[in-house]
């Protein structure tokens, strides 16, 4: 069952292209209201909303009779945002821009556009933990190329 509904694609918002249909961008919200929101966002979800989702494959639709595939990403960090689009297999072109589609608990009824200022509230709120002098986080980033190092001095 399920493997049939995969070919049978239903997204759950319009694949429509976006170009056209330009939305103002919602006014910018103040630091104070961003932080007031984190208060009800988990760890991951204040992550993301600082250096973006991580975005992992979900599913692939195939329609074979229009020669397309949808493509659905999950946000491996969060999992509360998915993101799709169409590309056609035939004239190998992308044909939408991506849509997302958030869960509950992501998405702020009324809250305005996080600027940086806001994201910069956000990234001190997620680190508030840190004892001082800790430099656990730049380690971290830095794990993937130190590896590498590794591997070229031995
Ligand atoms: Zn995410």
């Known amino acids: 069952m399920p493997a049939r509904a995969a070919l049978r694609p239903v997204p759950s918002t319009p694949l429509r292209r976006t170009l056209s249909q330009p939305r103002p961008a919602p006014e910018p919200a103040t630091p104070d209201e961003v932080l007031a929101a984190a208060g009800d966002w988990t760890p991951q979800v204040i992550k993301c909303r600082v250096s973006r989702h991580w975005w992992d494959s979900h599913t692939v639709y195939r329609d074979r009779g229009t020669g397309t595939l949808e493509i659905v990403e999950k946000c491996a960090r969060c999992a509360k945002v998915l993101r799709r689009h169409v590309i056609s297999e035939r004239t190998r072109e992308r044909l939408t821009d991506y849509s997302y ?53 031995g």
Not at 103 to 118: M, P, Q, S, Y
Not at 128 to 149: H, Q, V, Y
């Open 101 to 153: 589609t958030y869960e509950d608990g992501f998405l702020v009824k009324d809250l305005g556009r996080i600027t940086k200022a806001g994201r910069v509230q956000l990234e001190l709120l997620s680190l508030a933990d840190f004892p001082d002098g800790d430099d656990a986080p730049a380690k971290a980033k830095k794990a993937p190329a130190r590896k590498t190092a590794a591997k070229k001095a």
